[in-house]
């Protein structure tokens, strides 16, 4: 285990795997891990970056309440403007479940062997994209606006030698870009380690 890593745990970043930045997480598993392939850091976007959603389901909740102010919806019966409500009420529990479950499954992996970015477009799709350790080029971050630096999240970009893009990414700098994680300094600091520890064991003949 790399030294900022467990200094991680040490802080408080280790415990449940439902953080947005957590070091070591137990009991993780994902697809196609090896046997003795250790995750050492689990993220997710930043919490705060869900306010945008949060704050619209805030605005639009109350909205049946007003039905009277819509001419067509007014001069319904009150049975149609109950069942209206209804199905409004559920188009809101659609919109605030795939939102919940999007920020949860698109995670990012640091394991000792490699990253993993898996990247959820909507329920029935997702990207998924992996390199060795080894086939890291350059790792650094990028905090923009005053969100960002007052919540300390940022979008940490990994540059591998041989560049992919997913069909729905084509805007990011790399198909590697963690995007709004907390603490962006403290992660490219543990690929930084994991890349000289690499190197180290590549030279002393000890790659995996």
């Given at each position: 285990m790399?030294e900022?890593?467990?200094?991680?745990?040490?802080?408080g970043?280790?415990?449940?795997?439902?953080?947005?930045?957590?070091a070591?997480?137990?009991n993780?598993?994902?697809e196609?891990q090896?046997?003795?392939?250790?995750?050492l850091?689990?993220?997710?976007?930043h919490?705060v970056?869900n306010?945008?959603?949060l704050?619209l389901?805030?605005m639009?909740v109350g909205?049946?309440?007003?039905?009277?102010e819509?001419?067509?919806?007014?001069n319904?019966?009150?049975?149609?403007?109950?069942?209206?409500?209804?199905?409004?009420?559920?188009?809101?529990?659609?919109?605030?479940?795939?939102?919940?479950?999007?920020?949860?499954?698109?995670?990012?992996i640091?394991t000792?062997?490699?990253?993993?970015?898996?990247?959820f477009?909507?329920?029935?799709?997702?990207?998924?994209?992996?390199?060795?350790?080894?086939?890291i080029?350059?790792?650094?971050?990028?905090q923009?606006?005053?969100?960002?630096?007052?919540?300390?999240?940022?979008n940490?970009?990994?540059q591998?030698?041989?560049?992919?893009?997913?069909?729905?990414?084509r805007?990011?700098?790399s198909a590697?870009t963690?995007?709004?994680?907390?603490?962006?300094d403290?992660v490219?600091?543990?690929?930084g380690?994991?890349?000289e520890?690499?190197?180290n064991?590549?030279?002393?003949?000890?790659?995996?």
């Amino acid at each position: 285990m790399v030294e900022t890593v467990k200094k991680l745990v040490a802080e408080g970043f280790g415990g449940p795997p439902w953080r947005s930045l957590t070091a070591c997480p137990p009991n993780t598993k994902f697809e196609a891990q090896h046997d003795r392939e250790e995750v050492l850091l689990l993220m997710r976007r930043h919490p705060v970056t869900n306010l945008w959603w949060l704050a619209l389901m805030a605005m639009l909740v109350g909205v049946p309440l007003f039905w009277n102010e819509f001419p067509l919806i007014a001069n319904v019966s009150a049975a149609v403007q109950l069942a209206l409500a209804i199905f409004w009420y559920l188009g809101l529990a659609f919109f605030a479940i795939q939102n919940l479950l999007l920020w949860f499954y698109n995670v990012y992996i640091v394991t000792d062997e490699r990253i993993i970015d898996v990247d959820f477009f909507g329920l029935l799709y997702k990207n998924v994209n992996t390199t060795q350790i080894r086939k890291i080029e350059d790792v650094n971050y990028s905090q923009v606006g005053m969100m960002s630096s007052l919540f300390n999240y940022g979008n940490v970009i990994v540059q591998t030698a041989a560049e992919q893009r997913s069909e729905d990414r084509r805007e990011e700098v790399s198909a590697f870009t963690f995007e709004a994680v907390s603490n962006p300094d403290r992660v490219v600091k543990v690929i930084g380690e994991l890349m000289e520890q690499e190197e180290n064991e590549e030279y002393e003949g000890r790659t995996r």
